[in-house]
């Protein structure tokens, strides 16, 4: 089983910045791809960023050049700093993980439970 853990969010003023990690634990073997979610009420979840076990990211349009994705392998954590934070950016923030427990396991995905972040203008 595996446990993701997002934390950072908070509330922050247009033009800010914010620092979320993402933590994943458990039985691991290998992980993937590790990606940043959003989702704000009555909208679609929507990736933000997402990034290989080769370090390879990949960001939407609306965030490129104010985002940046990392990941630490040794530590099984990813981190998403956020610049320039605006309205727009209001959501709640999930992690996903692309997982296998076992060398002859397969991949699956989990989610974390996800970090609330709020821009005011």
């Known amino acids: 089983q595996v446990q993701l853990v997002e934390s950072g969010g908070g509330s922050v003023q247009a033009g800010g910045s914010l620092r979320l990690s993402c933590a994943a634990s458990g039985i691991i073997f290998s992980i993937n791809a590790m990606t940043w979610y959003r989702q704000s009420p009555g909208k679609e979840r929507e990736l933000v960023a997402s990034?290989?076990?080769?370090?390879?990211?990949t960001y939407a349009d609306s965030v490129k050049g104010r985002f940046t994705i990392s990941r630490d392998n040794a530590k099984n954590t990813i981190y998403l700093q956020m610049n320039n934070l605006q309205p727009e950016d209001t959501a709640t923030y999930y992690c996903n993980a692309d997982v296998a427990g076992s060398a002859r396991g397969h991949f699956q995905y989990y989610w974390g439970q996800g970090t609330q972040v709020t821009v005011s203008s």
């Open positions: 990034i290989t076990d080769y370090h390879k990211p």
